[in-house]
């Protein structure tokens, strides 16, 4: 069974500055989608970044980037220039990559908090 | 488009009584998931409904069950409550392989 592993309950970051959420998986597979989620205290999760594992191209959207080291099941997630936005529980996240839509496999969380 | 919509958006449930949450997929969209998050956890997989079947099913018992109608959406049942199914219900809508969109959940309470 795929597992994901979040390390980091809790971080923090001052505004304007940079922060790198960590994230490892376990997966027998070969192609698969790894994800990082927002949940704001509205509740509703976000899609922050995707990442096709078949693509040796790190995934970039704006102010976050993501290092994917597929030998090392390793994904982390990089916010430059915080705001405080940002501040919410990320949550890293596997797919496998069948036929149509398959389950998400969720980490249990990091809670970011971004000082002014 | 409203998106993934929820509903109730909070409900207060006594033990051993049946709940029934609804859940409408954004449009386009024609599978339907559903998770159990509990406090301070990351969301778990109940089960996957496409095409009115359930087609994957994560490791909970069978008081956990669903429906999918033929517009698409889909309601989560669960009978005989008990303390522990305390917890945010977050249902989750996509097509294919593209990205799952979420709603903003159902914050169930057992008492």
């Known amino acids: 069974a795929q597992t994901v592993t979040q390390s980091q309950p809790e971080m923090s970051v001052q505004e304007a500055e940079t922060v790198t959420l960590s994230c490892t998986y376990d997966t027998s597979e070969s192609d698969y989608y790894l994800f990082w989620y927002k949940q704001p205290p509205s509740r509703q999760m976000i899609l922050v970044i995707r990442?096709?594992?078949?693509?040796?191209q790190n995934a970039t959207e704006n102010r976050f980037s993501v290092n994917f080291q597929k030998a090392a099941k390793s994904f982390s997630l990089k916010i430059s220039d915080s705001q405080l936005g940002d501040a919410a529980m990320y949550f890293c996240?596997?797919?496998?990559?069948?036929?149509?839509?398959?389950?998400?496999?969720f980490g249990k969380g990091t809670k970011l908090t971004v000082n002014p | 488009d409203a998106g993934v919509t929820q509903s109730p958006t909070h409900l207060i449930k006594t033990r051993g009584q049946q709940v029934t949450l609804r859940c409408s997929p954004k449009s386009g969209h024609d599978t339907v998931s559903w998770y159990q998050q509990a406090l301070g956890q990351g969301p778990q997989f109940i089960f996957q409904?496409?095409?009115?079947?359930?087609?994957q099913r994560g490791n909970f018992p069978d008081r956990f069950s669903g429906h999918q109608f033929p517009n698409y959406s889909s309601e989560l049942n669960v009978n005989a409550l008990l303390l522990g199914d305390s917890a945010l219900y977050l249902c989750?809508?996509?097509?294919?392989?593209?990205?799952?969109?979420f709603g903003q959940g159902t914050r169930l309470t057992v008492v």
């Open positions: 996240a596997y797919r496998r990559a069948q036929g149509g839509s398959e389950k998400l496999v």
């Open positions: 990442q096709e594992a078949y693509k040796q």
């Open positions: 989750a809508s996509s097509f294919g392989q593209e990205e799952a969109f």
């Open positions: 409904y496409y095409e009115e079947e359930e087609r």
